[in-house]
T-cell receptor, first 120, second 114 residues
Framework: GAVVSQHPSRVICKSGTSVKIECRSLDFQATTMFWYRQFPKQSLMLMATSNEGSKATYEQGVEKDKFLINHASLTLSTLTVTSAHPEDSSFYIC????????????????FGPGTRLLVL | DQQVKQNSPSLSVQEGRISILNCDYTNSMFDYFLWYKKYPAEGPTFLISISSIKDKNEDGRFTVFLNKSAKHLSLHIVPSQPGDSAVYFCAAFHSGAGSYQLTFGKGTKLSVIP
């Protein structure tokens, strides 16, 4: 199956610093990537939809100035957590849709392994 | 407001027996449902899906049942194998929304005991 990678897999940073997380589709092109956040014992919550070449669409309650998303190419989307605080500590996971498959085939949404962020 | 609910955080089943994972939803606009399986340190992987026009979909050892009137779906795994031990997420989608947004439940951790 298609592979989506995330880097880094784990990051620890000091409060006030910015952290960039990369999401790459390794063997397919993705016009749309999704960024989720999962707190312990909670469900995956969609933060934003990242569209290649255009601005991301943020879900209600997600600060777009704090969580900067850039989708510069068909294989790369980045999420930057700016001025991170301890409450931003969470598991961030991205997914990507395979551009090459037509129709609403939800099995074509492939997930990355996630990034564990800890803000001290 | 949790639109997709998996009320059992964990489930233990003996190898060879049936595993039944349940999921309830509240949004009547959802018309497509998916189950994902997640191992530690890996992203969720697609397992099986069902459209709201069906009430059953089967793929090998995995069967998903949908009861639209009760807004309930379940995943049956039979026979259960130790390799099935993972966290299972139920997800729902509204195809008419145009946003490709999946709404996930909190997950159920399945442990299959050898």
């Amino acid at each position: 199956g298609a592979v989506v990678s995330q880097h880094p897999s784990r990051v620890i940073c000091k409060s006030g610093t910015s952290v960039k997380i990369e999401c790459r589709s390794l063997d397919f092109q993705a016009t749309t990537m999704f960024w989720y956040r999962q707190f312990p014992k909670q469900s995956l919550m969609l933060m934003a939809t990242s569209n290649e070449g255009s601005k991301a669409t943020y879900e209600q309650g997600v600060e777009k100035d704090k969580f900067l998303i850039n989708h510069a190419s068909l294989t790369l989307s980045t999420l930057t957590v700016t001025s991170a605080h301890p409450e931003d500590s969470s598991f961030y996971i991205c997914s990507a849709r395979d551009l090459g498959l037509a129709g609403v085939s939800w099995e074509t949404q492939y997930f990355g392994p996630g990034t564990r962020l800890l803000v001290l | 407001d949790q639109q997709v609910k998996q009320n059992s955080p964990s489930l233990s089943v003996q190898e060879g027996r049936i595993s039944i994972l349940n999921c309830d939803y509240t949004n009547s606009m959802f018309d497509y449902f998916l189950w994902y399986k997640k191992y530690p340190a890996e992203g969720p992987t697609f397992l099986i899906s069902i459209s709201s026009i069906k009430d059953k979909n089967e793929d090998g050892r995995f069967t998903v049942f949908l009861n639209k009137s009760a807004k309930h779906l379940s995943l049956h795994i039979v026979p259960s194998q130790p390799g099935d031990s993972a966290v299972y997420f139920c997800a729902a989608f509204h195809s008419g929304a145009g946003s490709y947004q999946l709404t996930f439940g909190k997950g159920t951790k399945l442990s299959v005991i050898p």
